[in-house]
């Protein structure tokens, strides 16, 4: 990952980079971090080396040769027995702008906890690219990551309200979870639209962390950026008085061999799952997770007790012909029960 830094020069020059990380060693993916770091020993730290871009790998990522000086064999033979060490050939994000052939410049900065490289400006003519200059809102965005790693905050949704106070009450749960998702924030934008078509209500909107006193707008940006990245909502709170739960609800691709993809209509079929953890008193930890997979709901339960177990078995028939009678039908439904791991003690 490259954080560019913006450079009002000659807009036919790429743009300082404080960091160059390459991402794995060419035709060693499933080599260990330790032979990457034993070819960094060829390098010395605040050495300059020349560089070439070999080839592309994606929109902004290279195939980079860097070219390390001669080594000596034995501190005391002479200049005439100096031996040249193996090129490194790493993958590189260096941007959009990089050209196949193009030489760089890269000052080695160190190999831990990353093998880090710092992109130096050319001073020569023929030197081609473009400076990267921040727009406004990405100038606030970054101050707001930089914000949120100083903070240490998680892209976790940590809930202050309880959900419910209806336990007992499944349609009360139901509709008490779809509103503590609605207003955690993160959808704010898409609910500031909705409020433009009237859609949506202008006292909801009000409800939302946005519009409370000690918003921290450094955190909910940070949690946005992370659902966005990964397609993921994770919350973590009171689902009742006295009860926590770990919440996920997430949308991926079906595989393109899966059944229900051959089933499917669309050949880009999406599948969406939410997965609940929750540490009862007299059951200890059940995780539940069910998947939407075109209007086909399945369901999974896991507990780690034997008895939770055998009682999750006695009743999951029941739980099916209590779906069915609301409307629900229910392609699979299955208990298992997760095996215990002790670890040795010395």
Request: cysteine-free; proline content about 5%.
């Given at each position: 990952m490259f954080i560019h830094k913006p450079e009002p020069s000659n807009p036919q020059q790429i743009g300082s980079v404080y960091r160059v990380v390459p991402v794995l060693p060419v035709g060693a993916i499933n080599t260990p971090s330790q032979e990457l770091a034993a070819q960094a020993k060829q390098l010395t730290p605040g050495e300059t080396y020349d560089a070439r871009v070999m080839q592309r790998v994606s929109d902004t990522t290279f195939l980079v040769q860097i070219n390390s000086k001669q080594t000596q064999?034995?501190?005391?033979?002479?200049?005439?027995?100096?031996?040249?060490?193996?090129?490194?050939?790493?993958?590189?994000?260096?941007?959009?702008?990089?050209?196949?052939?193009?030489?760089?410049?890269?000052?080695?900065?160190?190999?831990?906890?990353?093998?880090?490289?710092?992109?130096?400006?050319?001073?020569?003519?023929?030197?081609?690219?473009?400076?990267?200059?921040?727009?406004?809102?990405?100038?606030?965005?970054?101050?707001?990551?930089?914000?949120?790693?100083?903070?240490?905050?998680?892209?976790?949704?940590?809930?202050?309200?309880?959900?419910?106070?209806?336990?007992?009450?499944?349609?009360?749960?139901?509709?008490?979870?779809?509103?503590?998702?609605?207003?955690?924030?993160?959808f704010y934008?898409?609910?500031?639209?909705?409020?433009?078509?009237?859609?949506?209500?202008?006292?909801?909107?009000?409800?939302?962390?946005?519009n409370q006193a000690g918003f921290n707008p450094a955190h909910i940006t940070f949690q946005q950026l992370a659902v966005l990245e990964h397609q993921r909502f994770s919350w973590h709170g009171e689902v009742w008085p006295g009860q926590t739960m770990t919440w996920d609800v997430y949308q991926q691709r079906l595989p393109s061999d899966s059944n229900a993809q051959a089933q499917s209509e669309s050949p880009e079929a999406t599948w969406t799952a939410t997965e609940l953890k929750i540490d009862f008193p007299h059951l200890g930890e059940v995780k539940a997770k069910l998947s939407l997979v075109n209007g086909h709901l399945r369901i999974h339960l896991e507990s780690g007790r034997t008895d939770t177990f055998a009682l999750l078995q006695q009743q999951k028939t029941k739980l099916a012909q209590t779906m069915q009678e609301n409307h629900q039908s229910i392609d699979a439904l299955t208990v298992t029960q997760t095996p215990t791991v002790i670890q040795e003690r010395e």
């Open positions: 064999v034995n501190p005391n033979q002479a200049q005439a027995n100096l031996t040249q060490a193996q090129p490194l050939l790493l993958k590189m994000d260096i941007g959009q702008q990089a050209k196949l052939g193009q030489t760089l410049s890269l000052q080695y900065l160190q190999a831990q906890p990353e093998l880090t490289f710092l992109l130096k400006q050319p001073s020569t003519v023929g030197y081609t690219g473009t400076a990267v200059n921040l727009s406004q809102a990405g100038s606030l965005l970054g101050q707001y990551l930089g914000l949120a790693e100083a903070q240490q905050l998680s892209t976790r949704y940590e809930a202050i309200n309880v959900i419910t106070h209806f336990p007992n009450k499944p349609q009360l749960v139901a509709q008490d979870l779809k509103q503590a998702l609605s207003q955690t924030g993160l934008e898409s609910h500031l639209q909705a409020l433009s078509q009237g859609q949506y209500a202008l006292s909801q909107l009000r409800q939302e962390p946005q």
